[in-house]
């Protein structure tokens, strides 16, 4: 399986986006820290959405309610640790 990442520091909108090319399936972490997976997406649409002046805008007119998707999770009880996500302890 090959992965594309991309994160999104200037958008105001999405924070990092992770592409299967193998399988066609776009991850999108939201900057809510919603994490949406997008079923189909080619890696023609991918790579048009990280070359886009604005991101979120692409994101809103040609993949937002254009393909299947799943909300995954919300991760905002999870922290950044490099480059993976460790559930934050309880107190």
């Known amino acids: 399986m090959k992965l594309l990442t991309f994160s999104c520091p200037n958008s105001s909108f999405i924070k990092h ?6 399988n066609e399936r776009l991850a999108v972490l939201f900057n809510s820290l919603s994490l949406w997976i997008y079923q189909k997406v080619s890696l023609e649409t ?3 959405l990280i070359a886009a002046e604005s991101i979120g805008n692409f994101f809103n007119l040609n993949i937002r309610n254009f393909y299947d998707s799943n909300k995954i999770a919300n991760i905002a009880n999870f922290y950044k640790i490099q480059e993976g996500y460790v559930v934050q302890e309880e107190k």
Do not use: G, I, T
């Open 17 to 22: 986006l992770v592409y299967d090319s193998e």
């Open 46 to 48: 991918y790579e048009s």
